[in-house]
Structure formats: structure tokens, C-alpha cells
């Protein structure tokens, strides 16, 4: 049993619908930008799209990076975009955040601390991979035993576990040394529990979707800059910011879109070399 666990109601069909933002990198002036992207441009860029397309929710999902200064001011901006919404906002660490000003801005404007999103047919976990200072990411001991719990507490429940950092090679060298260092304990603890349907990530700034053993595994595009797929070196993509919808059905699939703004915005300097 974890101890911020919340209940969440599936809509009229039985299914749990989540929009998934991610690696907003937001700064604490409204000036700031990464790689030429003015990130809080283009972040209301897709939260004004998102209001645009009026998609029924239960709740938003942000996993990690939300901020790139850890300002108070970067959170709170974020935290304000998220109280326009009706729904719920839950979230999660990524490696450039710093979470005594994330936990304090987010407690704050009244965003739920709750890391276990329990439904009718359904359960949402989220963990924490990030290690102060460095890029990579790491599930510590407390983190994979929240998460047994978890899954030893509803085992008639699908699953589909969160966490920032990406567990399988995204195919670019330069990025996939800052991977989950124990990808190996995660996926042999989940290979011992048949509901875990799928893994939800952010970090690569760029879409992915493979099948691995019983797991989909799951990553969406950033809200600012994107990385280029299946670069040795570091290189951003032309591809706009994006967003991500997943439904989770009462039979145990999950049906998910990607969704982008038109990429000529918010492309970046097409030579940048890395932050
Ligand atoms: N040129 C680079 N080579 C290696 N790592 C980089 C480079 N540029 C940025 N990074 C790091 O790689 C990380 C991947 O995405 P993040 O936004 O987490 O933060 C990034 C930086 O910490
Ligand atoms: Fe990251």
C-alpha cells in the first residue's frame, strides 16, 4: 500500500483517458528558452491546442522535467496551465527537476501528491527513477518495493507503471547512456505479474511504441524540443512538440495517440550540440 494512493472513476464505457505531457523544461522568466525554444511559448502552444480539441480526460499525467531552472516560478506555471483544467493533474520527477521546489509548488496550487491512480478495471503507478545531478536514471529500493506493493495489493487490476527515464534503447547513442541503469530489476519484477500491461516514459523527446514480452512500452514527445530518432550524435528533429492520449480499457488494451504542432514553430537551432 503506498501512502498517497487516490481512486479515479472510468467514464460511461468503462475506460480511464489520461493526457500524458512531458519535459516542458519550463523557466522561471517567461523569456527563457532551451536550444532556441522559448519553452513556455510552446508549451501554452500545446496546452492551448489540447483546450482546442475538447478531448474528454480523467486525468493529466506529467512525467518529469518539468522545469530546467528548478525555479519555484517554472513549477508555477506549470502548476497554473494544470488548474485551467477541470481534471486532475498527478506527476512524477524527471532528472533536470528539483523536487523540493516542485513538491512545495505543486502542494501549493493543490496538485495531488498521489503516486497510485487506482480504478474500476485499471491501476496507474507512478515512481520516481530520478538521481540528483546526473542525467541516467536509477529505481531505488524503496521505489521498486512501492511498486511490488502496489501490484500485490490489486492483482486483478491491469497495470501500467510510469516513471521518467526510458528502461529499452531508444537507438541514439548519445541519449541512451542516460538510460534506467536497472531496467533489469524493474522488467524482472514486472515479468512476475501477468497484469502490468505497459511502461509510460518522457526523457527521449521523441515517440516510441514496442512491444517487450507482455509490456508495451510507451514514450511521448516533449512539449519543446525534439531529438532526433536514431542519431549516434546529438541532433534536435524538425518534428513540432507534442502530446500524448491513452485510453485504458476495461478489457486490458490501451489504445494511445500521439498528437504534434506543426513543427515549423518550434524546430530549435538546427546545429545545437547538446545542453
Ligand atoms: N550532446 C549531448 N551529449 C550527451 N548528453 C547530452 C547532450 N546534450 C544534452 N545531454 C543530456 O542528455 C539528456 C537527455 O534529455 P534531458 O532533457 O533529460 O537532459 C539531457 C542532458 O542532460
Ligand atoms: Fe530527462
Redesign the pocket.
Known sequence: MTQNKTQLDVDADGVLTFLQIT?T?LFGKPEGELLGVNTRDSFLAVMGEVAAQKRPIQAVLATG?ISQDHSAESYALFAEQMQNLTEPCFWLP???DFQPAMNAAFEQAGIAAAKQLVSEYWQVILLDTQVMGV?HGQLSTAQLEMLKAALDEYPDKYALVLLHHHAIPAGCA??DQ?DLKNADELFDLLGQYQQVKGLLCG?I?QEMDQQYDQLRLLATPSTCIQFKPQSDE?ALDKKGPGWRYLALLPSGKIDTQVHRLNGAFYSGDADA???
Do not use: C, E
Open positions: 519535459d523544461h522535467d524527471g532528472n533536470h542525467p548519445w541519449l542516460h526523457h523527446h546529438f550540440t547538446g545542453y
